[in-house]
Structure formats: structure tokens, C-alpha cells
T-cell receptor
């Protein structure tokens, strides 16, 4: 039962360009969405989040967009840097953190 | 910021061994901690929710007698993989959220790579 889907397993982008990572969800009860970044052999690191009352949240080079009607969110990284190369997980929860569901992840490679 | 420490980072042991993994919140109290499992190139799958002072809540398909969880204090949860077999080999990660917060990101440990020979 994949309630959170990241359909692109990988993405390759040139340094300085925009990286767009996509995520879809099926559970309309989700009201809190997060993006995590993960390096090999490490736990995920929180990157940015958005609540369902908003459609955009920006933090430096990272912006998350939420389209509730389409049950879709995306993470934009601009400009992309080689250090951004990692696996990015989309996550969603309903009402609180007790039932957070993760997508399968997208491996981002930023080429110098 | 909130820090979660997980130990050990890597375990290699023989089939039939029981392995204990610790998850500690270092600078906050966590009434609830979460245990995830990740297979190669797959998502983080929630195994169970660990509740301080009470029984853990297991996700469907996760054997509670196989994966024993103890949350004895507000800063420590342990996951014991009992009589581990090669199919239990995986990457196990814990997370926690400070007590009394809602709609806040979970903070993850660095994970434990378990390899059963």
C-alpha cells in the first residue's frame, strides 16, 4: 500500500541548474509533508516541510510546492550544487507524526 | 538541534544470534520513537511505534516476537532482532520527535546496517 510515491528513481542535473523532485500521494487525510535528504549509511536529514494550509514554502535554495487538488508536491533546488547529490525522500503524515509514510526516494546527482 | 543517536552502526553476526539496537534522543525527551527498515533501493518502511512505558504498536506484517521493542525511558528505545536470519539483513533506522510537539519533523538516527551470515 504505497500511499506516497516518487516515480523517478533518479535524476541527473548540471551544477547551477534547477533540480525538480516530484512526489504524489493518495491519502487525502495527509496534511503535513516533508522532504528528507539521505546520504549512504546515514539516517535521513530533515530538509523542508509544508503544511496543507500552504501551497509553497521556501528556505534558501529549497522550495516545496504543494498542489492539494492533484495530491502532488515537488521540491525545487536552485541553483543545484554537487553537494546536493543524495537520495531525497518525500514523506507525509496525517494530523501528527505518528504515521509518517515515505516515498521510495529519488537519487539526485548534480554534475559539476 | 535535536539529535538522535543510534548504536551500533554496523553489525555482522551468525544466523541465530539476537541483536540489540539502541536509539537515544540526546537533547530532548521522546515519549514516542519509531523504528524503520530499509531494503536496498526501497523506501523506509515503518516497522513499529515505540511508546515509553507501554507496549509498542507494530505495523501489519511485522512480527512482534521477532522484533522486540523496549522503551524504558524518555530517551531510550531498543529494538532486538531475535534469532536473526539472513532475511533479516537490512538497514534499520530509528527516529523520534520531542514530546509535546505536533507537525514537527522526525529526527533520525544514522541507522544500523545488520548483516546476518
Amino acid at each position: 500500500d504505497q500511499q506516497v510515491k516518487q516515480n523517478s528513481p533518479s535524476l541527473s542535473v548540471q551544477e547551477g541548474r534547477i533540480s525538480i523532485l516530484n512526489c504524489d500521494y493518495t491519502n487525502s487525510m495527509f496534511d503535513y509533508f516533508l522532504w528528507y535528504k539521505k546520504y549512504p549509511a546515514e539516517g535521513p536529514t530533515f530538509l523542508i516541510s509544508i503544511s496543507s494550509i500552504k501551497d509553497k514554502n521556501e528556505d534558501g535554495r529549497f522550495t516545496v510546492f504543494l498542489n492539494k487538488s492533484a495530491k502532488h508536491l515537488s521540491l525545487h533546488i536552485v541553483p543545484s550544487q554537487p553537494g546536493d547529490s543524495a537520495v531525497y525522500f518525500c514523506a507525509a503524515s496525517a494530523y501528527n507524526n505518528n504515521d509518517m509514510r515515505f516515498g521510495a526516494g529519488t537519487r539526485l546527482t548534480v554534475k559539476p | 538541534g535535536a539529535v538522535v543517536s543510534q548504536h551500533p552502526s554496523r553489525v555482522i553476526c551468525k544466523s541465530g544470534t539476537s541483536v540489540k539496537i539502541e536509539c537515544r534522543s540526546l537533547d530532548f525527551q521522546a515519549t514516542t520513537m519509531f523504528w524503520y527498515r530499509q531494503f536496498p533501493k526501497q523506501s523506509l518502511m515503518l516497522m513499529a511505534t515505540s511508546n515509553e512505558g507501554s507496549k509498542a504498536t507494530y505495523e501489519q506484517g511485522v512480527e512482534k516476537d521477532k522484533f522486540l521493542i523496549n522503551h524504558a525511558s524518555l530517551t531510550l528505545s531498543t529494538l532486538t532482532v531475535t534469532s536473526a536470519h539472513p532475511e533479516d539483513s537490512s538497514f534499520y533506522i530509528c527516529s523520534a520527535t520531542p514530546t509535546g510537539t505536533s507537525n514537527q519533523p522526525q529526527h533520525f538516527g544514522d541507522g544500523t546496517r545488520l548483516s546476518i551470515l
